[in-house]
């Protein structure tokens, strides 16, 4: 070196330490501009810089100062470039270089640019670095066992060499890296294989032992660094007997495992992992043919023929290992057609979701959101559905598979070449990033560091860090948006007439995929497609354009027809509304709501085909409005009506909409089941409210009264007063009236009791809108009784003929309608009946207890189970609102913190006054919430009331996914309420039954 490198050039080389590397150019002499070229375009010019010094001072030590590394260097660019860029990628190899100093001298092949090294010479290069004679029938290590493990590591390091520098400096192809660390895996499992036959000794012939490799080494695919997946076959050689050579084998199979993945002074080579046999880690670590086939044919689940899809054998006895492939393969490609090959899909989904740590989620490059995983996965997924009937697309290969499968027109050309770049892109970063420490790694960092030598080893010299994070989350969108399309698009493009130049699936074809997707009825699924996109209008575009997602949303729910069918039902309705399709479009969470409540809620599906603008909810906040802004809204509304008749039918438009609106909170978990109870019973308060006042107005015109003769007021009873309604729930009410002074008494009875009724009539009358059933059954004398008593006949009555019952009933009286002051009054009324200071007696307790085993005996539905009867079962809902209020009538009278309508509070009450146990009230509550919880999620999914977990394997799924449960882990959701309602049954046994 002349002169020393100006600060600029150092810059613009890419060094970080100037000084240092100032210092370290100045000892390159002869070779400085050779180097300082290949430095300007390594990964790291200050750690390739450092390295090559301390790889000098090492290789002039082995030698004497008879090899002069920087003169060859001077003589030799393309040597210097591939050293010089292994160096700045792999910090790794560089500490091998120096350990091995004569090991950079394979770097020197000229042919290096343009050969990729046979299978069969890295197979023979592993075996000798045992001692072993690749020629034999069953290669054997002669050199010491310790021996040969090391040379088999240092054999290993000096072959990646030559295929790391093809990847580094000569921009050797993904593909054929992978297929290149691939065989020299398989040729470390043959020698392998050898010092383990040396182990074993003589008794190692009787056994014959074969090595399937499985995953990406079985795809010829590998990482730089990656679990090896194996599994091992054996047979027992001629004469010996099966339990002789099934120990051997094991033997051999162990030993296998430890040579590559045991520690030794030479490091480690990577682990052989087994888990993919069958039975896993708990199954036998060999078997034979039969073994394998009777546990495939009986036993084995859907992600174990999606793992055999890559199975072939790479070691061993190779005649048995391809009898076995031969064996596997007529099952791989029919495992679409097994039951439960769509949940075990979805599964395997959620597998990989749930296999990410938290803390990684956001830079995981092979499990994460638009990961490898995803690319893999689909492509999969497709060779499994029409690799049946199609042997052309059945490469174990993904990119080979993609290939394929475009050209085949199972994927669009667009899309594939697009899907073929990403995933080229995101496997060449995961090569660089194990790359540097030779370490198992898929999280890519975030230190601004490692970025730039990242950033630099993929090819971007300008801002690296910063480039590299833009384009790989550039290439995680496009992975995550056509994994969606992957398997929709070419659906539509079979029903859709879409011109263009790709092949397209067959309406055949289409059946398949759609029915592998979990559609129970493909052709009408066909059929809704196509309604949905035929034509060239705008709304036909955007659905285009919508559905490869919205498809996905739906093959994810539990039925995935019905919200296909109401998707196209509210679109035929809403296609030409300008809002209605741009919303869904550029809103994708209004998008991914739609799809989940039309698959998953009749209930609300029925509501949102009644009225479609329920769609705009959606979007909103989901919070229920306050009774306040309800009751305001409803009486506005009706009293702008001309009619009673036409009142109520607006404020029923209200109700649906904030029913909607409650019941899709519930099911995106922004309201919670006490919160939704709240809701629906303020929703009813402003219901009955507006529907009151509306009568009222009318009856009083209609008679010819200036004014109303009776002030009214409507008590609300049972769950309704206890602020516990559920979606199917009726509204239990008691009608009270006050004669105005002035009035006559008679008229103004006759008047309350028309009012009352047209309450009743008008909101139960068949709509558009839900009903909503008023039922007085609960006033004295039943249905005998009067419909609606003055304040007077109340006291009069409950002074002489009230029964046990009535009192019981009246603690979850709540006057919340109508007139305050006779609200007040009627309050007044009756707490000295529900909360007597002495409390209920001994018979009164008895009393209770016999009703109690009497509505047990005579309510609980023919055939229904009691043990999953959410009202009546045992520790359901009725055991724990008993238990609550005889605590009540035992002691409100002398508690006041007792006298609530509201369950809940009450127990929160029992136990601030030392009436309860703590950890027994936290029983009963968890009980009574997970029984409301799943009583209203079964009336979502059902689309009407129901008491009881549901039978058909649908519902349940979707009530398993309502209450955040996998769809396929239904067991575990009747499992966690049976323990809870049988723990909650318990301490009712002690509490309320003594």
Not at 135 to 153: G, I
Not at 905 to 920: N, T
Request: net charge negative.
């Amino acid at each position: 070196m002349s002169t020393p490198p100006s600060t600029t050039l150092l810059v613009r080389t890419g060094f970080e330490d100037l000084a240092a590397a100032r210092t370290g150019l100045a000892e390159l002499g002869e070779a400085y501009e050779v180097v300082l070229e290949h430095l300007a375009k390594a990964a790291d010019p200050d750690l390739a810089l450092r390295t090559l010094l301390s790889l000098r001072d090492a290789v002039e030590a082995a030698t004497d100062g008879r090899t002069q590394l920087l003169a060859a260097l001077a003589a030799d660019d393309a040597t210097a470039c591939r050293l010089v860029h292994v160096l700045g990628a792999s910090q790794a190899l560089g500490e091998h270089l120096v350990r091995h100093p004569d090991h950079w001298q394979v770097l020197q092949d000229d042919s290096l640019p343009c050969t990729r090294s046979a299978a069969w010479r890295l197979r023979e290069q592993l075996l000798q670095s045992v001692g072993a004679d690749p020629d034999s029938d069953a290669p054997t290590a002669t050199l010491p066992d310790a021996e040969a493990v090391d040379n088999l590591r240092v054999a290993y390091r000096r072959l990646l060499l030559p295929l790391v520098a093809r990847d580094l400096a000569h921009g050797q192809q993904l593909d054929d890296t992978a297929a290149e660390i691939s065989d020299l895996a398989t040729g470390t499992l043959e020698a392998a294989l050898a010092v383990a036959r040396a182990r074993v000794g003589e008794q190692s012939a009787r056994a014959r032992l074969a090595v399937i490799a499985m995953g990406k080494c079985g795809a010829h695919e590998l990482n730089y660094v990656s679990d090896v997946d194996v599994i091992f076959v054996h047979e027992a050689a001629d004469g010996v007997e099966e339990h002789d050579a099934t120990r051997v084998a094991t033997q051999l199979a162990a030993h296998l495992m430890q040579v590559c993945s045991e520690h030794t002074r030479e490091g480690t080579i990577w682990p052989v992992d087994a888990g993919l046999r069958p039975e896993g880690n708990q199954g036998p670590l060999v078997r034979t043919v039969a073994s394998h086939r009777g546990y495939y044919e009986r036993w084995a689940k859907t992600w174990e023929f999606q793992a055999l899809l890559k199975a072939r054998p790479v070691a061993g006895d190779v005649e048995l290992g391809e009898r076995f492939c031969e064996m596997v393969a007529p099952m791989v490609w029919s495992v679409a057609e097994r039951d439960g090959f769509v949940p075990d899909v979805q599964a395997m989904r959620r597998r990989v979701l749930e296999h990410i740590p938290s803390k990684e989620a956001q830079r995981q490059l092979k499990l994460g959101a638009g990961g490898l995983r995803d690319v893999e996965f689909a492509v999969q997924l497709l060779q499994l559905v029409h690799g049946r009937a199609d042997e052309t697309v059945r490469a174990p290969t993904t990119l080979s598979g993609l290939f394929q499968l475009t050209r085949g027109g199972y994927v669009g050309r667009a899309d594939g070449e697009a899907l073929h770049e990403a995933y080229t892109f995101l496997r060449s970063l995961e090569h660089r990033i194990q790359l540097f420490q030779l370490r198992r790694t898929h999280v890519v960092p975030a230190d601004e560091a490692a970025l730039r030598r990242l950033g630099r080893s993929m090819g971007f010299f300008r801002n690296p860090a910063t480039t590299l994070e833009e384009e790989w989350q550039r290439r995680r969108r496009l992975v995550r948006r056509l994994h969606e399309k992957l398997f929709y698009r070419p659906l539509l493009e079979a029903v859709a007439r879409i011109p263009g130049p790709d092949a397209r699936l067959t309406l055949a074809q289409a059946e398949e995929r759609l029915k592998a997707l979990g559609y129970g009825d493909p052709r009408a699924a066909l059929r809704h497609l196509e309604a949905l996109t035929s034509g060239v209008s705008r709304s036909a575009n955007i659905q285009r354009t919508l559905l490869p997602v919205m498809l996905e949303w739906f093959a994810d729910s539990p039925d995935p027809d019905a919200g296909l069918f109401g998707f196209r039902r509210i679109s035929e309705t809403l296609g030409d509304t300008p809002w209605y399709l741009r919303q869904l479009r550029d809103e994708g969470q209004v998008a991914e709501r739609l799809a989940r409540v039309l698959s998953t809620s009749r209930f609300v599906s029925g509501l949102l085909e009644r009225e479609p603008q329920g769609v705009k909810i959606l979007g909103e906040d989901l919070t229920p409005l306050s009774k306040e802004a309800l009751t305001s809204e409803t009486v506005a509304t009706a009293l702008r009506q001309a009619s009673a008749v036409d009142a109520v039918r607006a404020v029923r438009g209200i109700r649906r909409r904030e029913l909607f609106r409650i019941a899709v909170g519930e099911i995106f978990g922004e309201t919670d089941v006490e919160e939704a109870g709240r809701a629906l019973t303020s929703m009813t308060d402003a219901t009955l409210e507006a529907t009151l006042q509306a009568v009222m107005r009318d009856q009083a015109a209609s008679r010819g009264f200036d004014a109303p003769p009776a002030r009214m007021a409507i008590v609300a009873m049972g769950r309704y007063g206890g602020f516990e309604l559920s979606y199917a729930s009726d509204a239990d009410v008691m009608f009270v009236h006050e004669v105005v002074e002035g009035a006559d008494a008679h008229e103004a009875s006759q008047f309350a009791a028309a009012v009352a009724n047209d309450v009743r009539t008008l909101l139960a009358t068949p709509g558009t809108d839900p009903a909503l059933e008023v039922d007085a059954d609960l006033r004295p004398e039943g249905r005998q009784g009067a419909l609606t008593r003055s304040l007077d006949s109340y006291a009069a009555y409950y002074a002489k003929w009230s029964a046990l019952w009535e009192a019981q009933a009246l603690l979850r009286a709540d006057a919340v309608i109508g007139d305050p002051g006779l609200r007040e009054r009627f309050t007044a009324l009756i707490d000295p009946l529900r909360y007597p200071a002495e409390g209920a007696s001994d018979d009164d307790v008895v009393e209770v207890r016999r009703i109690k085993a009497r509505v047990d005996t005579e309510r609980l539905p023919r055939g229904a189970d009691p043990h999953t009867h959410f009202k009546l079962g045992r520790g359901g809902l009725s055991d724990i609102e008993w238990t609550v209020q005889l605590l009540q009538m035992q002691w409100a009278g002398r508690v006041p913190a007792l006298r609530t309508p509201v369950t809940l509070p009450a127990l929160d009450a029992a136990v601030e006054a030392d009436l309860i146990d703590p950890d027994d009230a936290h029983v009963l509550r968890e009980a009574w919430r997970l029984a409301s919880r799943m009583r209203n999620a079964a009336t979502l999914v059902r689309g009407k009331g129901t008491d009881s977990l549901p039978k058909d394997p649908k519902e349940r799924a979707a009530l398993a996914s309502l209450l955040g449960y996998d769809l396929d882990d239904t067991d575990r959701m009747v499992n966690d309420y049976l323990r809870t309602t049988r723990r909650a049954h318990a301490v009712v046994d002690r509490i309320f039954w003594g």
